[in-house]
């Protein structure tokens, strides 16, 4: 008997474990005008562009350039700021190319912009990447006026900030956003290798849409 009455105790609180486990996962944060996080290094993923799809996709535990290491969203009153903070952001490579998605209850909408450290190649003439100025796209890829729209990159300190006024957004309530950073580099006998990295993903597919971190709220939506 007492060893049923353990047996039916332990089940208990095995079942106790298993079921608070998931639900404690849950439990969402508070609501936030900023949301800070770290993105793990090492991280960032190599592919090729030289074949047809699914693009093959490697591990590169090795490549620091471009590998994100944390983010920070803060949603103003007028503006939307992303900080993102690399393991290292040099001058090197072909091309360094960010692309930030902005999601919202009724907004879904990028940032891309380029920085041309290295060479070009004939894929940088994009139409819609004019260098290091950052470019709005609607949902489709079709750009977007946006005044105020900013990217300022500190290769002194390995982050970049990106300030999006509110209003090319609709004036969201909340918003969360979507980071993936690109760097190319030169291969053998002329190709080129390119590497990418999300800020809230360890990995992640090159063909998938980068993943979404947690939404930072108005500050007006928090009173
Ligand atoms: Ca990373």
Redesign the pocket.
């Known amino acids: 008997m007492k060893i049923r009455t353990l047996t039916v105790a332990a089940a208990l609180t095995a079942g106790l474990g298993v079921t608070l486990a998931p639900a404690q996962a849950l439990t969402p944060e508070p609501p936030s005008s900023t949301v800070a996080t770290v993105?793990?290094?090492s991280?960032?993923q190599r592919y090729s562009t030289h074949v047809p799809e699914p693009l093959p996709q490697y591990p590169a535990p090795n490549q620091t350039q471009g590998?994100?290491?944390g983010s920070r969203l803060t949603h103003k009153s007028k503006t939307i700021r992303l900080r993102l903070r690399f393991a290292e952001l040099d001058k090197v490579g072909y091309l360094h190319g960010y692309s930030i998605r902005f999601h919202g209850a009724k907004v879904d909408r990028s940032v891309v912009f380029a920085a041309y450290p290295g060479k070009r190649t004939p894929i940088d003439r994009v139409a819609y990447w004019r260098g290091d100025k950052p470019v709005l796209l609607g949902k489709f890829g079709n750009p977007r006026k946006c005044s105020g729209l900013k990217a300022t990159i500190s290769y002194k300190y390995d982050n970049v900030l990106v300030v999006i006024p509110r209003r090319c957004l609709g004036n969201p309530r909340w918003i969360e956003a979507g980071p993936r950073v690109s760097t190319r580099f030169a291969g053998a006998n002329s190709s080129e290798v390119n590497y990418f990295?999300d800020a809230y993903s360890s990995g992640g597919k090159i063909g998938d849409k980068a993943p979404l971190g947690a939404r930072a709220y108005t500050p007006s939506a928090l009173d």
């Open positions: 993105d793990p290094a991280d960032v590998d994100i290491t990295d």
